[in-house]
Nanobody
Framework: QVQLVESGGGLVQAGGSLRLSCAVS????????MGWFRQAPGKEREFVAA????????YYGDSVKGRSTISRDNRKNTVYLQMNSLKPEDTAVYYC????????????????WGQGSQVTVSS
């Protein structure tokens, strides 16, 4: 059984930064493609970022490109999302997801999801 637990969300002022973490249980973490998605109230789920098993390939959604960095530490079974220059429109619940192979922005490719971490950006 694979479990994902996000942390690091919270309230931040516009222009600030946050780093989300996602701790993954399971011995096969290092083979998973990982992704971050977000969902704001009344809106559809939105792709944020993805990373392949080695970290050599990353992909970002247009809304966060240039302001966010996804990374992973396979020794710690953890994936990170560093977000800078935050805007009020970044306010959402952020979800970490794991896929057997790299799935990019295709949420259907992700088999495992965390419970979500709230990020609120005040203006």
């Amino acid at each position: 059984q694979v479990q994902l637990v996000e942390s690091g969300g919270g309230l931040v002022q516009a222009g600030g930064s946050l780093r989300l973490s996602c701790a993954v249980s399971g011995r096969t973490f290092r083979t998973y493609g990982m992704g971050w998605f977000r969902q704001a109230p009344g809106k559809e789920r939105e792709f944020v970022a993805a990373i392949n098993w080695s970290g050599s390939n990353t992909y970002y959604g247009d809304s966060v490109k240039g302001r966010s960095t996804i990374s992973r530490d396979n020794r710690k079974n953890t994936v990170y999302l560093q977000m800078n220059s935050l805007k009020p429109e970044d306010t959402a619940v952020y979800y970490c997801a794991a896929a057997p192979t790299y799935s990019g922005n295709d949420y259907q490719g992700y088999d495992y999801w965390g419970q979500g971490s709230q990020v609120t950006v005040s203006s």
